[in-house]
């Protein structure tokens, strides 16, 4: 045997035993099949990417972390939480939260807040939570390990009491990727959005923000070529990128090179604001789940990407089935525009999801509702992108309870999930429940809530049959009259990856 076909063999054998995927079957074997179904494991390796929560003095923020139990997952492994080291930390930070609230500690400083993270996840299946305070609370760069990687969510919610953007705002911390889309943002008068971008890498990204308006694209030559320093975050203000004041925008955020976490921060002077989070990618039919029932003003924003115009059918999927607005059968959006229509009140009481499907042929599409509740002086708005399905398993952590609604939608198929209420973040034993969603409705479920409970809690979302099963959950805190509220979807926590399955083949070492 030559030297090649030796360095073949261990190079082969090397190469199993790093992956430990490798299922090696011998040549001939009865129902071998090279091109058979990957097999589905456990990530090992999760990174979430929090954007700095405000601007406020008085804003306090909690952040909660959870993984979920996966089979097959391991017990070992590590994870943190802890301020992008790129950036100045801020100075103002509480410490861990102990009790479900605000811990009220003492600030710890800028050197103590950078140097330790801001929560430590623990085994998978309890949460942790930690807590940050004031304005210069800075963007964190999280990353999960082994056991504690597969599902790994952290949930960023933030009380704001007074001033622009007041009330509640929340956002899961998101993966980085090289594209996302935002319709809903804004430049009105009224509106201060900013697009924050997280660099969780040791090299330079480089990033092209591009605006589309009501008429077309909105040129601006300071929105190209954007560099986000390595580990470090970026928060720029739509405003200083064009002098166009447009009521609705898709905002396109184009990585170059590297990669980058991107959210949207929606601030109003006086209908308070949220997180606006990325639409899932452009397709022909979308699911935008969970309008809260008592919403008093919804509106649809939608933008195609492509050279061809889109024509949506719109209906809502109520807890009786899918129904058409009066007055709103149908959506034109045109090509490269962004197009938006005032829903109104459209759940009129009853849980809802807004059903997007083509009218004839499929265009890709990215969309997302504004949703305001309350009167008068006293409104609050949240946002709810369009998503894609629950999959396997999705999960909203931060829960507490009676301020935590779940809201489950079928749009195709009748389907089965079961719903894990997780143990407490101090104390609580999980408890589950299974329900069934029939095709075309959305229901607002009673979700269980560990008994014992202290502290917070999530919820895992599991599709059993049927389906697809769209999914979101609604946070709401009132203060001083005022119903601030958060919607969080949850699409598929992507806790296991497909791993081709590997076949013996010695004729690769033949000459």
């Not at 990033?207 to 320093?229: F, Q």
């Not at 590997?502 to 004729?507: F, P, R």
Request: glycine share 12%; proline share 7%.
């Amino acid at each position: 045997m030559n030297r090649t076909t030796i360095s073949l063999i261990a190079g082969t054998a090397a190469l199993a035993a790093v992956t430990g995927f490798a299922a090696l079957t011998a040549p001939g074997a009865s129902g071998a099949d090279p091109a058979r179904a990957a097999a589905e494991l456990p990530v090992q390796r999760t990174s979430l990417l929090c954007p700095a929560p405000s601007t406020s003095d008085i804003a306090d923020t909690s952040y909660t972390s959870f993984t979920p139990v996966t089979k097959g997952a391991g017990s070992g492994g590590t994870g943190e939480l802890r301020a992008a080291p790129g950036q100045s930390a801020g100075a103002s930070g509480t410490g861990g939260r102990t009790d479900g609230k605000k811990s009220g500690k003492k600030k710890t400083g800028t050197a103590d807040k950078a140097a330790k993270p801001v929560l430590t996840p623990k085994a998978p299946g309890k949460p942790v939570t930690g807590d940050t305070s004031g304005s210069d609370t800075p963007a964190f760069v999280g990353t999960a390990e082994g056991g504690y990687a597969p599902g790994w969510t952290v949930q960023e919610t933030t009380e704001v009491a007074a001033g622009s953007g007041r009330g509640l705002q929340g956002v899961n911390c998101t993966a980085p990727d090289t594209s996302f889309w935002f319709p809903g943002a804004s430049t009105d008068a009224s509106r201060t959005d900013y697009v924050h971008l997280t660099n969780p890498d040791d090299s330079a990204a480089v990033v092209d923000i591009e605006l589309y308006g009501k008429n077309g694209t909105l040129e601006s030559a300071v929105g190209e070529g954007i560099t986000v320093p390595p580990h470090s975050t970026d928060p720029v203000l739509l405003s200083t990128l064009t002098d166009e004041k447009q009521t609705d925008l898709t905002v396109h955020v184009n990585v170059r090179s590297g990669r980058v976490g991107a959210a949207v921060q929606a601030l109003d002077d006086k209908l308070g604001g949220d997180w606006l989070a990325a639409s899932t990618d452009p397709t022909g039919s979308l699911v935008l789940p969970g309008i809260p029932k008592d919403a008093t003003s919804v509106r649809l924003i939608a933008f195609t990407p492509g050279d061809a115009d889109a024509d949506l059918k719109v209906r809502l999927a109520s807890p009786s089935g899918l129904i058409t607005p009066a007055g709103n059968e149908t959506l034109h959006v045109k090509a490269g525009m962004t197009s938006a229509v005032d829903l109104g009140p459209v759940t009129r009481g009853e849980a809802g999801s807004l059903v997007l499907t083509p009218t004839d042929s499929s265009v890709p599409v990215v969309a997302a509702l504004r949703v305001v509740r309350g009167k008068g002086g006293k409104q609050e708005t949240a946002f709810i992108p369009a998503t894609s399905p629950v999959g396997t398993r999705a999960t909203a952590a931060d829960n507490s309870g009676k301020h935590s609604t779940l809201s489950l939608t079928a749009p195709t198929r009748t389907a089965r999930v079961r719903v894990t209420a997780s143990a407490g973040s101090e104390a609580g034993t999980a408890a589950t429940r299974t329900y069934t969603i029939k095709a075309g409705t959305t229901q607002d479920v009673d979700a269980p809530v560990p008994s014992g409970l202290k502290g917070t809690y999530a919820l895992t979302v599991e599709t059993l049959s049927g389906g697809p099963v769209y999914a979101s959950r609604t946070l709401s805190a009132t203060e001083e009259g005022v119903p601030g509220f958060t919607v969080q979807t949850l699409p598929d926590d992507r806790g296991t990856v497909a791993v081709p399955r590997a076949d013996e083949d010695l004729s690769v070492l033949q000459k």
